[in-house]
């Protein structure tokens, strides 16, 4: 069974620019989660999408943003970004709206921002 | 939901059993106590979860008191492989909630 896949693993951008991540979650998880983690604030919640619809979200500004397609597959986008947003940022996926609590992680995309 | 509070880091030899633990004061009835362990570069990875009592899997046992104010990760007969960050969370697993991983533990397994 094939894991959580990120895309791309990494990438550099300079400020102002955007930046689009994707996930890929397990086959059959249609709960994803976004976290973003630095060296200073550790691992933080952005937001949660099931069945396309955003039902949790972090303490982030506007400029994050996500979705959630019909395949569960996800996107998270960075607008004008800023040297603070560099940081790996983690997808989870999970089986459902009864979440056990097992989170399974993808291996994350490492944001540079110039 | 409810914060925790672990021991920054540990020191640790190989072949020796490690107990990690995490105070969780302010834990609500529903909430249930999840580890995870993160290595350098990839994302965390469950370890195990539990409501009371003892729980134990292939990896690990957690043990919770009677009063869940705390828990304790006990990894046996650690190895090199498990120096990583292991993270305590506490959360109601009925219905969705968000992950607050706090500052973690930093395990280092020496030769």
């Known amino acids: 069974k094939a894991g959580v896949t990120q895309t791309p693993r990494y990438l550099i951008k300079t400020r102002g620019q955007q930046v689009t991540l994707s996930c890929s979650p397990i086959?059959?998880?249609?709960?994803v989660s976004w976290y973003q983690q630095t060296p200073g604030q550790g691992l933080q919640f952005l937001f949660e999408?099931?069945?396309?619809?955003?039902?949790n979200k972090g303490n982030f500004p506007g400029r994050f943003s996500g979705r959630q397609f019909s395949n569960s597959r996800s996107e998270m986008n960075v607008s004008t970004l800023e040297l603070g947003d560099s940081a790996l940022y983690l997808c989870?996926?999970?089986?459902?709206?009864?979440?056990?609590?097992?989170?399974?992680f993808g291996e994350g995309s490492r944001l540079t921002v110039l | 939901l409810a914060k925790t509070t672990q021991p920054i880091s540990m020191d640790s030899y190989e072949g020796q059993e490690v107990n990690i633990t995490c105070s969780h004061n302010?834990?609500?009835?529903?909430?249930?106590i999840t580890w995870y362990q993160q290595f350098p570069s990839q994302g965390p990875r469950f370890i195990i979860q539990?409501?009371?009592t003892k729980v134990t899997n292939e990896v690990a046992s957690l043990f919770i008191p009677a009063d869940r104010k705390s828990s304790t990760l006990s990894l046996p007969r650690v190895s090199l492989s498990d120096t990583a960050v292991y993270y305590c969370?506490?959360?109601?697993?009925?219905?969705?909630?968000?992950?607050?991983f706090g500052s973690g533990t930093r395990l280092l397994v020496r030769p």
């Open positions: 989870a996926s999970s089986t459902d709206r009864l979440n056990t609590g097992e989170l399974f």
């Open positions: 086959s059959g998880h249609r709960s």
């Open positions: 999408y099931f069945s396309e619809t955003q039902r």
């Open positions: 302010n834990i609500a009835t529903n909430d249930y």
């Open positions: 539990g409501y009371k």
């Open positions: 969370l506490v959360g109601d697993k009925r219905s969705s909630y968000k992950l607050i």
